[in-house]
């Protein structure tokens, strides 16, 4: 245990001190729930994302694979190469039961028409344009579900921190701080039994001496 | 340059019309064509590796041991079936009479259109040499030093410039093309000349009399139709208002003309241009697998109805005509569909796709 004075003005302290982080702990823990409520909700959006991507991804393998056996690796390469572009994602932040989150947002939507794509319609085949739809697409969830994602798992670490907080609050300070208290408390009423025997044994002793003087 | 001329590639001591020679040589490799019952067999295998084993012995076996020497998967057998293609086409080349050969790069000339798109993506996106030479296919004119030499270009403007020395036949739909392309910065509008070019002069170049030629004509025109109407199929889909529809069309077909093209294009669905096409050649063929359609919500399943339809039509030319040009053009696309079949085989069973579903992207005839 830590060192403590058992003076009355420490046992004050150690109550405000008690009382300070009780306080806290009720705020954490109000904190912890707000955001547990939060990441709930963030959790079923990342959860649809998750079943979406897997379908998309699963839809665009099937295709692809279909392309390539009908059209040939060599016609899906070359479309390949006409169509390769940058995905422009703009990159901001904001705060959530503050806790700060980042925010992913496409600058420009990745799906894009066939006549859009960069290669004539005429010389590319439906199957392979199709293709590229889909992975279009893929790549439209990627960017929505990477920002769900990383406002889970930030929103997780928060919850987690936090949850360590109260139990540091619950678990140890506060029992701490009760201990301490407990201890100067111990320590101030031994004190106050000793200066009272002490008291009782000099009035005693005044008695006695006022006793012999009148007898004397 | 071997592109120039078409009289600089080795040919048959036959006259230039001459057919017996050419044509009993395609008849016998013909008859090594695998068979549906053979195709069945592939298609029950269990695995890549049994697969490839059951090929021994086929006209596929040593492009296949040269392909597998780094292990047995499905993009290594592609590479195989692809060599074996460009193999056979340039046999077949080199032994086709003058008017035989004229005709066949007519109608192959859609590859170094293939090509040449390929090699202006490439040096449009800068992408290294080795990149670029996995999408290339030499099976038209170019041969494989041509496509090599433009790969090696510097740029898009590199590419045209040497078309244009080389005096090949595109090089003035490039130089058009071009001139949007640098207006732009986009290379589709390079690509739509170059398809455009491709149809018009294909059909220029068998506008001449005679019945093989009519034949060849023929099969131009099955060709063009196809696109057109996989075009008009896909426009149903896209906002036609901001599109400049008309510049997507074709010359050289033969049913789809240009006003029906423009009808069918303007449609409000599919069910109306399905409608509109029945009592041509191509409405059955789309009406018979429009429930697919529905179930799949995919144009590619009308494409592949129609690639069907043609490929029945141009295997179909060699029966009227066994001393004629049908027999080389037949036996050509007979050999692709060969190729294209073993793909899908392979890649299904590669991806473990059911029995039925590679089944159905077969075209058997």
């Keep these: 245990m830590e060192e403590v004075r058992p003076t009355r003005s420490e046992l004050l302290e150690r109550r405000e001190q008690i009382k300070l982080a009780e306080q806290g702990m009720d705020l954490l823990k109000q904190k912890r729930d707000a955001l547990l409520i939060e990441f709930m909700g963030v959790m079923d959006e990342t959860l649809r994302l998750s079943e979406s991507l897997q379908k998309n991804v699963a839809e665009a393998q099937y295709a692809l694979a279909v392309a390539k056996a009908v059209d040939g690796t060599v016609a899906l390469r070359s479309a390949g190469m006409a169509t390769q572009s940058e995905i422009v994602v703009d990159m901001t932040g904001t705060r959530i039961m503050g806790v700060s989150v980042p925010v992913v947002t496409k600058g420009e939507s990745p799906i894009r028409s066939s006549f859009t794509r960069g290669y004539s319609v005429t010389g590319v085949s439906s199957r392979v344009d199709e293709t590229a739809d889909k992975f279009e697409r893929i790549l439209d969830v990627i960017i929505e579900y990477a920002d769900i994602e990383t406002r889970l798992k930030r929103l997780g670490e928060e919850i987690q921190k936090t949850n360590r907080r109260v139990n540091a609050l619950e678990q140890v300070t506060v029992p701490a701080l009760r201990e301490q208290v407990s201890y100067i408390r111990q320590t101030l009423d031994e004190r106050a039994r000793e200066d009272l025997f002490r008291l009782k044994k000099v009035k005693k002793k005044i008695e006695s001496k006022k006793a012999a003087q009148a007898r004397g | ?365």
């Design chain 2, 1 to 365: 340059m071997s592109v120039t001329t078409t009289s600089s590639r080795n040919r048959s001591p036959a006259s230039p019309k001459d057919y017996g020679y050419a044509n009993a040589r395609i008849r016998g490799m013909r008859s090594r064509l695998l068979s549906r019952t053979f195709l069945d067999g592939l298609i029950a295998e269990q695995s890549v590796q049994r697969l490839v084993q059951e090929m021994d012995g086929t006209e596929y076996t040593s492009d296949l041991e040269d392909a597998l020497i780094h292990g047995i998967d499905a993009t290594s057998v592609d590479v195989a079936l692809r060599n074996n293609m460009v193999q056979t086409f340039q046999k077949i080349m080199s032994f086709l009479n003058a008017e035989a050969e004229y005709l066949v790069t007519t109608l192959l000339g859609r590859w170094d259109i293939f090509n040449l798109k390929t090699i202006l993506r490439a040096k449009h996106m800068h992408l290294p040499l080795d990149e670029l030479k996995d999408g290339l296919l030499p099976a038209g004119q170019l041969t494989p030093v041509d496509l090599e030499a433009l790969a090696a270009a510097e740029d898009v403007r590199t590419v045209v410039d040497i078309a244009v020395t080389w005096g090949l036949p595109m090089a003035s739909a490039l130089r058009e093309g071009h001139a949007e392309f640098m207006r732009t910065g986009e290379l589709a509008s390079l690509e739509l000349a170059l398809d455009r070019y491709y149809s018009e002069w294909a059909k220029a170049r068998l506008s001449r009399r005679g019945a093989n030629m009519r034949m060849a004509r023929k099969v131009l025109a099955t060709q063009v139709d196809v696109a057109n109407l996989v075009m008009v199929l896909r426009l149903q889909s896209a906002d036609i208002e901001t599109i400049d529809v008309d510049q997507y069309f074709l010359e050289g077909g033969a049913d789809i003309t240009r006003e029906l093209y423009m009808v069918l294009s303007k449609m409000s669905d599919i069910d109306e241009v399905l409608e509109r096409l029945r009592g041509t050649p191509y409405g059955r063929a789309l009406d018979d697998v429009s429930i697919k359609y529905l179930e799949q919500n995919s144009i590619s399943v009308f494409e592949r109805a129609l690639e069907d339809l043609f490929m029945r039509r141009t295997l179909g030319i060699a029966k009227g005509d066994p001393l004629g040009i049908g027999v080389a053009v037949s036996y050509l696309w007979a050999k692709q569909n060969e190729i294209t079949n073993l793909r899908i085989i392979v890649k299904g069973k590669a991806v473990g796709m059911p029995e039925d579903r590679v089944r159905e992207e077969l075209i058997l005839v």
